[in-house]
């Protein structure tokens, strides 16, 4: 059994491997839990190894490389049009297994720990720049219901705060500060 590629279908716990020959011919179907995937690739001869670039994707790209294999990520938008039935893992096994063998297939490039590690941070800065934003709206459309119309700007909110609660005239700052900390200890 001489296996030409092989499409691996990445989960939590359970994997799925579909193989084919030179021919296409299917070879191997196989389901391996997470801690035999890297045994199994590490006694097969290297191969073409086609991997749907979802979570994961990258560390078993780097590993399975790292025995030997040639492993190519596919987007999932392009392997859905090979699924042949129901969706299930060992079908999209199969399709991404045919993905893989196609001449003119676009693959993902595989992502070094490196490169992970500042996408997240990126991807963690965006999210919290956006939950300000949400933030400053909520508090700007909160002030706007007591006639308090403050510009759109971080800025612009922090000078309005200031103001409000150096403001001996208003209740605002009192009533809305007493009640949130009321609210904040019965949490």
């Known amino acids: 059994m001489q296996i030409a590629r092989i499409g691996l279908d990445l989960a939590k716990y359970v994997f799925e491997i579909h193989g084919v020959d030179a021919h296409g011919k299917t070879v ?15 006694n097969l001869p290297p191969c073409l190894v086609g991997l749907e670039a979802s979570n994961g994707a990258h560390f078993w790209a780097q590993a399975l490389s790292d025995l030997g294999h040639d492993v ?18 060992r079908n999209d096994a199969e399709a991404i297994c045919e993905a893989v063998g196609r001449p003119n297939m676009r693959f993902v490039p595989v992502k070094s720990p490196e490169q992970l590690a500042v996408q997240a941070v990126h991807r963690i800065r965006s999210r919290l720049v956006a939950d300000r934003v949400r933030l400053v709206n909520q508090v700007r459309g909160l002030l706007g ?13 922090r000078r309005a705060l200031a103001r ?24």
């Open 28 to 42: 191997l179907r196989k389901t391996l839990r997470r801690h035999a995937v890297s045994t199994f690739f590490a």
């Open 72 to 89: 190519r990520l596919i987007s999932p938008q392009f392997v859905t049009p090979y699924v042949k039935s129901n969706k299930n893992d």
């Open 145 to 157: 219901e007591h006639g308090i119309v403050v510009a759109k700007d971080i800025g612009n909110l």
């Open 164 to 187: 409000i609660v150096g403001d001996k005239r208003t209740t605002l700052s009192m009533t809305l500060f007493a009640r949130s900390w009321e609210s904040y200890g019965k949490n």
